[in-house]
């Protein structure tokens, strides 16, 4: 009959073993049924959210009033919203006053120097058609994203009744040919609007309707733009230069 001693050596070597059975069975490598199991698991759920991010942009892509709503308001800035149906970008109208003439306005918007007050880079004019026709060019980084590049086409036209001026701005991207180490914007359909209201005043009315293209977030660009509105009330600082004191348009 085995004494104590003995049986107490067995069963710490069977407790033994069986701990390296377990050890072996969990550093084994995993059954293949069971990897093809979780494989097609995650695949499922890759696939299940794709759908479900495609649905989302699908619905975003359909929605909206086609109606300007309030977005906003800081330092005497408003700002509103406008999605179209089958649009991914917001149009995007920033309203404001300011004290200073609307010749002053006009010719600091002609002047491609204000650029760099903006953040903008490399402006130029290209061609100056008349006091109504303007060709402009600059660029704009938007990190961390390809640099922009813009061509533009400037009309301007005064109301002889309410001596408002208003300027639309288009894209002309095959005015000059592309540099290639820019992105060319194409699309491009933005105005402004500065009408005399008495008292020395001005309101600034802006729209931007534009797509810039290329892979940046259509998120991104929407949360930016009504950002950008802010910068309206700067123009007063702008447009009452010295250099702009002598301007005239009529």
Not at 15 to 39: D, F
Not at 59 to 77: K, M, T, Y
Not at 241 to 250: C, H, L, P, S
Request: proline content about 6%; glycine content about 4%; aromatic content about 10%.
């Amino acid at each position: 009959m085995p004494s104590q001693e003995t049986i107490a050596q067995e069963t710490l070597a069977h407790q033994e073993t069986l701990s390296r059975q377990e050890t072996l069975a969990q550093e084994a490598p995993a059954n293949p049924k069971m990897l093809s199991r979780r494989l097609s698991k995650v695949v499922w759920l890759a696939i299940s959210l794709a759908g479900l991010f495609f649905i989302a942009r699908l619905i975003w892509w359909a929605s909206g009033s086609n109606q300007l709503e309030f977005c906003a308001e800081r330092d005497g800035v408003k700002v509103y919203t406008l999605k179209e149906p089958g649009s991914d970008l917001r149009q995007v109208k920033g309203v404001t006053r300011v004290h200073t003439t609307v010749a002053r306005l006009v010719e600091m918007v002609r002047d491609p120097a204000v650029c760099a007050d903006i953040g903008c880079t490399g402006a130029r004019t290209l061609e100056r058609v008349s006091q109504e026709l303007q060709y402009d060019y600059f660029q704009l980084e938007i990190p961390p994203f390809q640099k922009r590049e813009f061509v533009t086409q400037e009309l301007f036209h005064l109301d002889p009744q309410t001596k408002a001026v208003f300027i639309l701005v288009s894209a002309v991207p095959d005015k000059i040919p592309p540099n290639p180490d820019y992105f060319r914007v194409t699309q491009l359909n933005n105005w402004f609007q500065f009408t005399p209201i008495g008292n020395g005043e001005v309101e600034i009315e802006y729209v931007v309707n534009q797509n810039e293209g290329g892979f940046i977030p259509d998120l991104l660009l929407n949360w930016k733009r009504p950002q950008f509105m802010f910068n309206l009330q700067r123009m007063q600082d702008l447009a009452n230069r010295e250099k702009y004191k002598d301007a005239k348009f009529d």
